[in-house]
């Protein structure tokens, strides 16, 4: 069954440091969304993308962050300067239309020290 | 905006017997999709179970259904003949069905850690 895969599965950086958090959703999904869980609260929502621009942007979602689809099949989220309070589990997830279930990845452990 | 309430924190349940997780929401809007979603320790998460609002049929998959009361936002997720990989939080979740731009969105509850005692 397709599933969406992301790397790296855990990340450390330093703050002040720039990541770029990796996902490839299933092949024939449309719609891409990257979503971020702090430890022990809700998972909140970050940002949606479709036809290669931002559908929506969550108050999160600041000048710091980006996301960009550079070919056919990796979407990605960059941070531009990381801060303490970007460590959290992103995760990413993907649907087949506006209307369908988001599967969504395994996610990614950004620590930031 | 919409919200989505757990109000259960956690629960606990003997393997076999069946649990029920609550979830409350708040809308405006009268058509709209709800859904529950695991997150096993591995933290990935795992779509369960989803409801339309338009459908006044109740969701089931296997040992998992909903109670869905649209009247008073109530959305309930019945776990029976519990088995301990059921153990995970899980997570009521709302999204509109609007088609526009920006609606796909999940809005997220705090979430229901669910104990299994063997």
């Known amino acids: 069954e397709p599933e969406v895969t992301q790397t790296p599965s855990h990340q450390v950086t330093q703050m002040g440091q720039e990541v770029i958090l990796r996902c490839v959703p299933i092949s024939n999904h449309l719609y891409f969304y990257w979503y971020r869980q702090i430890l022990g609260q809700k998972v909140e929502f970050l940002v949606s993308?479709?036809?290669?621009?931002?559908?929506?942007k969550s108050e999160i979602f600041d000048d710091q962050f980006s996301v960009e689809r550079p070919d056919g099949s990796n979407f990605t989220l960059k941070i531009r300067s990381t801060k303490l309070e970007d460590s959290a589990m992103y995760f990413c997830?993907?649907?087949?239309?506006?209307?369908?279930?988001?599967?969504f990845g395994p996610g990614t452990r950004l620590t930031v020290t | 905006a919409q919200t989505v309430t757990q109000s259960q924190p956690e629960m606990s349940v003997q393997e076999a017997e069946t649990v029920t997780l609550s979830c409350t929401y708040d809308?405006?809007?009268?058509?709209?999709?709800l859904f529950w979603y695991k997150q096993p320790p591995s933290r990935q998460m795992i779509l369960v179970i989803r409801q339309e609002a338009y459908k006044q049929q109740n969701a089931t998959e296997n040992r998992f259904s909903v109670n869905f009361q649209k009247a008073a936002k109530s959305f309930s997720l019945k776990i029976s003949d519990s088995q301990l990989g059921d153990a995970a939080m899980y997570f009521c979740a709302y999204r509109s069905s609007l088609i526009i731009q920006g609606a796909q969105k999940l809005v997220f509850g705090q979430g229901t850690r669910l104990t299994i005692n063997p």
């Open positions: 993308f479709y036809n290669n621009e931002i559908s929506e």
């Open positions: 997830a993907s649907s087949e239309g506006s209307w369908r279930e988001q599967y």
């Open positions: 809308t405006s809007e009268s058509d709209y999709y």
